[in-house]
């Protein structure tokens, strides 16, 4: 449960969480490209649903914002832009979504980030009693309570999650 072991890896989350006097539980994977929250809860022999994906997006005029997803579900994205009054919100491409979080896509975590965006978080994370978050890299998910989550960052609880469909 503690982070201070050496096999797991430091980075910008980790730090963050530590100076923030957090505690949290750290887990490896096997990484697999486009694997997804599906591969990393499969290998943590978890519920996909608990598995939070972060998300760099963008408006309209390249502002950008993290949003916290369900693995099980996508974002509506004109659902969020009409809920945050701009014409569109989109994804990042992976090089500006790492240049705005310091993380690589497939590795994004929403704490310690580079550039301060604005959070949003889907409402329903809060009904999962514990939640899998990117720790930092490609193949680390570190686990807290939706409840630290929501102290930590603080983030606008949003209701814009669709289903995905099985193929995605």
Known sequence: MSTKNEK???T???RWLQSQGITFSSYLYPYQDHGGTAHSAQCLEVDEYCVIKTLIMEDEHRQPLIVLMHGTHQVSAKDLA???GVKAIAPCEPAVAHKHSGYLVGGTSPFGVRKAMPVYMEASILDVPLIYLNGG???FL???TPSEVLRLL???LVKVAIKRLKSE
């Open 8 to 10: 797991f890896p430091v």
């Open 12 to 14: 910008l989350a980790t």
């Open 82 to 84: 009409r809920l945050l």
């Open 137 to 139: 890299k490609r193949g």
């Open 142 to 144: 570190i686990s807290l």
């Open 154 to 156: 603080q983030p606008t």
